[in-house]
């Protein structure tokens, strides 16, 4: 196992060097092993594309010690351990004032609909969280909707947009500017101090948007207001 | 209830604790006050907790009405403070009573200022930190640096402060960096132009990260300045295409995609985010076990008092007992 030290307080596990389901899936079998050990002094652990960082606390721990202790793990074996995972449905309302762009996929040969039947319905891997909080790097988008970003980035893309940059497709959790093809926006909020889970989704977990029209928007939108949404999901793997 | 009203709010003010941890996997900049050290003075200085939520000011600072008497301490950069039209000095705690005045303005010495008040400022946490994130719009007072007319609640007294001021802060002159993710991806002639003269803070210096300016460090072409998205760390040197060095800080994004030759060691931050852009800052080299060395030094010494020393000048008593008194002849 390759661990190194480029900071006082946090220890990085590399597992590979390119985007990879694989490696998502060792490294998040990494985090639920390290959670499992529960090592005196870890704080918190992020997981990106082919690593996997831990922060602990100096005064607690020490990077010797933990090196030692993670030094053990059988990078193989994780492979092999079942996780457990949530899939996550997002509403989306394609087109019109939620998705200005859905046309732009014109040249890419694709119709409005292509493209949201292309889009929707579909598991997209959460690989890992960043950018701004909850923004999800997501991996499966079909390469007919690979498309370069906007020549002329928005100043404000709203909240809860959903859109496509480049090879990526993800949502904006808050208002900011951008240079993504907005297809759709989804009513449900993506960051939500009140709730329990203020960000819905986790490394490792899986997002499919579910196509909605605008009545249902508005409904889920009221749904919300009054406490009576509740989002769903499923979980999978594990036993 | 203690209460303090923005009168004028200062260049950038923000309610600032130690930062909001435990949540970067989901993307939470940790934000928190950049001078960590200053801002647990003022609090030391007053007898709250280290993580008692502050104010911090930069550049210029805020001035506010007194709505209840309380006692408040800066620390930090040198921002000339006055009460009610008299000269106080920072660094000190001050007792301030209702309907006083108290203005900060320009600083000197540094850039950024720490208002602490007895008992810390009240506000409304999320994710178990009071730090304002101004990006995300969460946090602090209203996810917003304050503006005038805000009226921002402090707490009570925790302990008497006691009779202390904060003693002068010698340090090094370097700012010193641990090598970082791809650090070789530069090779001996980028390292050595990295830790030779020195860079200049351009005028893009912010809560987010320092723009510098100075001798450009190429990658080697192959792979070059792209990674893949990774997690940021406070004080990650990154050098994008182009080869000026960007010094991620307390509000960076978490995962960023561009080549990492360091990290500034911790016991330097509160060095490097007080200078002001046009000051020149210079890196040395320093190992990954020696920096967690002085940082863990550093941190037992602002812990144990170590920065504090016992006040005898008495100036700073006699003016705002005298101002009671006159106000208690009043009544």
Redesign the interface.
């Known amino acids: 196992m390759d661990i190194?030290?480029?900071?006082?307080?946090?220890l990085?596990i590399y597992m590979g060097?390119?985007?990879d389901e694989r490696v998502n899936r060792q490294l998040v079998a990494l985090r639920h092993h390290i959670e499992g050990m529960e090592v005196e002094g870890i704080?918190?652990?992020?997981?990106?594309?082919?690593?996997l960082?831990i922060?602990f606390d100096?005064?607690k721990t020490?990077?010797r010690v933990l090196k030692e202790t993670l030094g053990d793990i059988d990078e193989e074996a994780l492979l092999e351990e079942e996780i457990e995972y949530r899939v996550i449905e997002i509403p989306v309302c394609y087109g019109g004032e939620y998705g200005p762009d859905l046309g732009n996929f014109q040249d890419n040969g694709l119709s409005e609909q292509e493209v949201i039947d292309l889009h929707g319905n579909k598991e997209y891997l959460v690989y890992?969280?960043?950018?701004?909080?909850?923004?999800p790097?997501l991996g499966g988008l079909d390469e007919k909707l690979h498309k370069a970003r906007l020549e002329t980035p928005r100043v404000r893309i709203p909240a809860g947009s959903v859109g496509i940059g480049g090879r990526q497709t993800g949502m904006y959790p808050?208002e900011s500017p951008g240079g993504w093809h907005l297809l759709g926006r989804t009513p449900v909020p993506l960051?939500d101090?009140g709730r329990e889970e203020?960000?819905l989704y986790?490394?490792g977990d899986r997002i499919i948007y579910r196509p909605i029209d605008e009545a249902e928007y508005r409904r889920i939108e009221e749904d919300i207001a009054s406490g009576d949404y509740e989002i769903k999901y499923e979980m999978k793997g594990g036993q | 209830m203690m209460m303090l009203k923005v009168k004028s709010p200062g260049l950038y003010t923000t309610v600032q604790d130690l930062g909001r941890?435990?949540?970067?996997?989901?993307?939470?900049?940790p934000a928190g006050a950049m001078d960590y050290r200053a801002f647990m003075l003022a609090n030391q200085l007053l007898g709250n907790d280290d993580n008692a939520p502050g104010l911090e000011m930069t550049f210029r600072g805020a001035s506010f009405e007194v709505m209840q008497d309380t006692v408040i301490a800066a620390a930090g950069a040198d921002m000339a403070l006055e009460i009610d039209g008299d000269a106080f000095s920072i660094g000190v705690p001050i007792p301030v009573f209702k309907g006083s005045l108290v203005e900060f303005g320009a600083a000197e010495n540094g850039s950024r200022t720490y208002l602490a008040a007895a008992g810390g400022f009240r506000v409304d946490r999320?994710?178990g930190s009071a730090s304002t994130h101004v990006?995300?719009?969460?946090g602090g007072y209203r996810g917003r640096t304050l503006q005038a007319g805000d009226v921002i609640r402090t707490g009570d007294m925790a302990a008497a402060p006691g009779p202390f001021r904060i003693a002068g802060i010698e340090e090094e002159e370097a700012v010193r960096v641990?090598?970082?993710?791809q650090y070789d991806r530069f090779n001996e002639e980028m390292r050595e132009k990295l830790f030779g003269e020195g860079y200049t803070l351009t005028k893009d210096c912010d809560r987010m990260g320092y723009r510098l300016d100075g001798p450009v460090l190429e990658a080697d072409p192959d792979p070059g300045h792209d990674v893949?998205?990774?997690?940021t760390?406070?004080?990650s040197i990154q050098v994008p295409k182009g080869g000026k060095p960007i010094v991620l800080l307390n509000d960076r994004?978490?995962?960023g995609g561009y080549a990492?030759i360091g990290?500034v060691?911790?016991v330097d931050i509160p060095k490097l985010v007080q200078k002001q852009p046009g000051d020149t800052v210079r890196f040395e080299e320093v190992s990954?076990?020696e920096?967690?060395a002085l940082?863990?030094e550093e941190?037992e010494k602002i812990r144990d008092g170590g920065y504090l020393e016992i006040n005898n000048d008495f100036r700073s008593h006699v003016r705002p007992t005298a101002g009671k008194l006159a106000r208690i002849m009043e009544r």
């Not at chain 1, 190194?4 to 307080?9: I, K």
């Not at chain 1, 704080?43 to 690593?51: A, C, H, N, P, R």
């Not at chain 2, 941890?21 to 900049?29: M, R, W």
């Not at chain 2, 990006?135 to 969460?138: A, L, N, P």
């Open positions: 190194r030290q480029f900071a006082e307080n946090a990085t060097d390119e985007i704080d918190e652990i992020v997981l990106s594309y082919t690593s960082i922060y100096i005064f020490d990077a890992m969280l960043g950018f701004m909080p909850g923004f790097y808050f960051f101090p203020t960000i986790a490394a | 941890y435990g949540h970067q996997a989901e993307g939470f900049s999320v994710l990006r995300s719009g969460i641990i090598p970082g993710q893949l998205s990774e997690p760390q406070l004080g994004q978490t995962a990492r990290t060691a911790r990954v076990e920096a967690t940082y863990r941190m």
